[in-house]
């Protein structure tokens, strides 16, 4: 009788273990993808201080370009979009932490970035520029030698004007950037152009574009390198959106022009 029993409890141990490997297994094996679509959600993060590619809206919802973007995208997964904004200079560890799926914020493609994520074919080009206060001297990159320049913490703009000998401000966004040039703390913003140009328009600042683009940027979305099923699906949905003018009608919203 204790012989049977013993038997029974070695296969009853047995089968709780198979069943607890089995388990592990399976969860192990499903993807980023597989995940979001059994929650039914794409989380995907931005400054939430970029307008008009991200900001919050009157009702304090993150609205803009991007937001938009990423709005089409989940949808053509099959889930719902959940945007959120975080500090800039901790995005990338943000997701390299799991906190949120992919970074869909106007985030350019560099070769440092590549190391740590992967990028979804560019959704947008655009370009870092000198704006200065309309009566500035300032004529490009040449002039920013000691001058105090502002720029949103962790960006390429921010290397950049390092680079060029500047003093550097940082900050969270740029709207405090441009509201610190626009009240005389500082004598240049490097940001993207079509950022720059749309403070200008929307606030009616004194500001200009100073020189040429100092460089060109290809804008992509940032997935974990541990999830390629993801990045495969966010490539198809961005490629359908552009074939069938559902980017150029976003694209046109916000900037009268096709940005891509």
């Known amino acids: 009788m204790k012989k049977i029993n013993i038997l029974f409890l070695v296969i009853l141990v047995l089968l709780i273990v198979t069943g607890c490997s089995s388990t592990k297994t399976n969860s192990a094996a499903a993807t980023t993808l597989d995940q979001i679509k059994e929650e039914g959600a794409l989380t995907f993060a931005m400054s939430g201080q970029y307008p008009p590619f991200n900001y919050y809206n ?56 590549l190391k ?84 200008i328009k929307k606030n009616k ?7 040429n683009l100092l460089y060109e940027e290809k804008m992509g979305i940032a997935i974990r390198k541990d999830s390629p099923k993801l990045l495969e699906s966010v490539n198809n949905a961005l490629a359908k959106m552009m074939e069938d003018g559902t980017y150029k009608k976003i694209s046109e919203k916000y900037f009268d022009a096709d940005i891509r």
């Open 116 to 199: 740590k994520v992967n990028f979804s074919d560019p959704y947008y080009r655009s370009g870092a520029q000198v704006i200065v206060p309309t009566n500035s001297n300032i004529t490009g990159r040449a002039d920013l030698n000691g001058k105090t320049v502002g720029v949103v913490l962790g960006t390429t703009y921010e290397t950049k004007a390092r680079d060029l000998g500047a003093t550097v401000k940082t900050y969270k966004g740029d709207p405090d950037a441009f509201r610190d040039m626009f009240n005389g703390r500082l004598d240049a913003v490097i940001t993207d152009k079509i950022v720059g140009l749309n403070a």
């Open 205 to 211: 600042y004194p500001f200009k574009l100073a020189g």
């Open 58 to 113: 009157e009702q304090n919802q993150l609205t803009g370009f991007d937001v938009e973007i990423g709005e089409e995208i989940a949808k053509r997964i099959g889930v719902k979009s959940a945007p959120i904004a975080v500090e800039w200079d901790g995005i990338i560890a943000g997701l390299e932490a799991k906190k949120f799926d992919m970074i869909l914020g106007s985030m350019a493609i560099t070769d440092e970035r």
